[in-house]
C-alpha cells in the first residue's frame, strides 16, 4: 500500500484525515497541488491552485482540503494533469471532468477561458463512456469503451493527430491508421501522443525533436503512424516522459526511446535514441513501467518486487537503472522526481489485507487468539508467547528453559504495575510507547531489568518531553537509580536551571539525605549557588 506521506504536500492533513484517502494524486509545477478521494467517495482538493486546477471555484491557494461537491459520490477511474495545470477525469459511468488552465481549449469547450471548477465535457463523446485520460502540456486525450482515441486542445506540432497544426478547441476523434483499430491504453508526453491497440502495436503522433516518436527520424507526425521499430513485439503498456517514452513487451521485456540528457533511457549514456533500444535486458522480467511527462525521471518494476529507478533523480543524473529499497514505483516519484508529483492516480486500496505490523496490533490483548495471560494488579493481559519469544530475550529465555513459568498459562506479576506493564507488552506488539513521564519511570526500570535498550531510549525520550518543576526532581532520582546516564545529565541540568522552583517542591525535600547531599554539591561545583 502506497504511504502518502512520502509526498510532502500531504503531511499537511492530519493522521485521521489521511486514513480516509483512497486515491490521491500530487501534480503542478512544483507538486504543490493535490486532489483526492476519501472511501466514501468524496473528492478534496487543496494547494497552491494555480489556473484555478483545484476546481475549488476560484484561484485561491488553501492548505485547507476543500470539498468539490460537484464531484460527491462519483467514483474516478482516472485522472490526469497538464502543465497549466489543467485536469481531466473519468469517472465510472464514463462522463468526463475538466478544469483549470484553458489557454489552448484544453478543456474541451470551445473556449480559451479557464474553468474553475469542474465541468461535463460532452462535445462529441454523446454515447461514449470514456474510461482512461491523458494530459500532455497543453493538449487532452480521451480513451473510450469501445477503443476510440479522442484529442483536444495545443496543436502546434501536431499532438492531436489532426493531420495540421490548428488548435483543436473540442474532442475530436483521432483517426487516420487508428481508424478501425481498438486502442486499449493512451499516453501523452509534452507535445506528442501514443495510443495502445488490443494487438500490442504502438502508434505515436505529434512533436518528434527528440525522437520520442520512436520511428527513426526526429520529424514531427501530424496524424498518427505505426511503430514499425518494435517489430514482432506486442506491447502491453507505454508511457511518456517529458520527452522520452517507455515501451513494456507481454514477455516483460523494457523497451526506451527519445530525449536522454537525464540519463532517463537507461542506456548508460546521455545520447538521444530515435528509435528504441532494449534496457534491462540482464535483469529479470519486468512487470511494470513509470514515467511523467512533467519529469525525465523513469522506474521499473520487476517480477520479484525490485524496483529500480534512473534518469534525473533529485538533481542527479543516473544514466543506468538503479536498484532502490522501495516497493513502489510511484515511491520512486515522491522521492526522487522533480517535480515530486505523481505518475498516476495512486490508489490506498488494499483489499481489506492487513500488514504484520497491523495484524499484530489488532491481536494485542484479544482473548479469543492468545495462548497466555498476565495477571497484574489483578487484571488480565493476553498475549502470544510466540510473539514474545521473537521480540523479546527476557522471554525467550523464560520459555526455552525450564523456568516454572514455561508450563503457566496464567503468569502473574508482582514487581510492576498494570499500567507499566501493559504498556510493555504492547510495547512488544506495536514498538510504541504511549505513557506519561510518571509512569514511563516504572517502564524504565522494567526496560532496564529485561535489558530493552531501545524501550530504554523511547522512556528516557517520553521523561525528557514531560519533565516539569513539580517532576523534575522525582526523574533525576529515577534516571540515578536506573543508571540512565543521558537522562540524569539531561534532568540535572534541568533541576539547576530551575534551581529555586525545584528546591520548593515536595519531591525535592522527599529524598533521602544522602542523594540531596550528592545533588548540592554537584550543584555547587557547576556554580549554581554563586552570586
Known sequence: ???????????????????????????????????????????????????????????????????????????IVSLSYGSGPHVLLATEDGQLYAWGHNGYSQLGNGTTNPGLSPATISANLQNKKVTEV???????????????????????????????????????????CLQ?????????????????????????????????????????????????????????????????????????????WGANTYGQLGTGNKNNQLSPVQIMADKERVVEIAACHSTHTSAAKTQSGKVYMWGQCRGQLISLPHLTHFSSTDDVFACFATPSVMWR??????????????????????????????SVDGKCIHVHKAVLKIRCEHFRSMFRSQWTEDQQEVIEIGQFSYPVYRSFLQ????????????DAIGLLDLATSYCENHLKRLCQQIIKRGITVENAFTLLSAAIRYDAEDLEEFCFKFCVNHLTQVTQTPAFWQVDGAMLKEFISRASRCGAFKN
Open 427 to 438: 510495547f512488544l506488539y506495536t514498538d510504541t510507547v504511549d505513557l506519561p513521564p510518571e
Open 134 to 176: 491523458a494530459c500532455g502540456s497543453h493538449h487532452s486525450m480521451a480513451l473510450t469503451h469501445d477503443g476510440d482515441v479522442f484529442a483536444w486542445g495545443y496543436n502546434n506540432c501536431g499532438q492531436v493527430g489532426s493531420g495540421s497544426t490548428a488548435n483543436q478547441p473540442y474532442p475530436r476523434k483521432v483517426c487516420g
Open 345 to 374: 492516480l495512486v490508489s490506498m486500496d488494499h483489499d481489506d489485507v492487513m500488514t504484520v505490523s497491523e495484524a499484530l496490533r489488532k491481536e494485542f490483548d484479544s482473548p479469543e487468539t492468545a495462548d497466555l495471560k498476565f
Open 1 to 75: 500500500m502506497v504511504d502518502v506521506t512520502k509526498w510532502p504536500l500531504f503531511s499537511l492533513l492530519s493522521s485521521e484525515e489521511r486514513d480516509t484517502v483512497r486515491q490521491a494524486c500530487v501534480f503542478g509545477t512544483s507538486a504543490n497541488e493535490a486532489i483526492y478521494v476519501t472511501h466514501g467517495n468524496e473528492v478534496y482538493a487543496f494547494g497552491l491552485n494555480c489556473s484555478g486546477c483545484l476546481g475549488t471555484g476560484d484561484s485561491v491557494s488553501t492548505i485547507v482540503p476543500k470539498k468539490l461537491d460537484f464531484m460527491r459520490g462519483k467514483k
Open 180 to 256: 478501425g483499430k481498438t486502442a486499449v491504453g493512451i499516453t501523452c508526453g509534452q507535445t506528442s501522443s501514443m495510443a495502445l491497440v488490443d494487438n500490442g502495436e504502438v502508434y505515436v503522433w505529434g512533436y518528434n525533436g527528440n525522437g520520442q516518436l520512436g520511428v527513426g527520424n526526429n520529424g514531427n507526425q501530424l496524424s498518427p503512424c505505426r511503430l514499425t521499430t518494435l517489430p514482432g513485439l506486442c506491447i502491453q503498456q507505454i508511457v511518456s516522459g517529458y520527452g522520452h517514452c517507455l515501451a513494456l513487451t507481454d514477455e516483460g521485456l523494457l523497451y526506451a
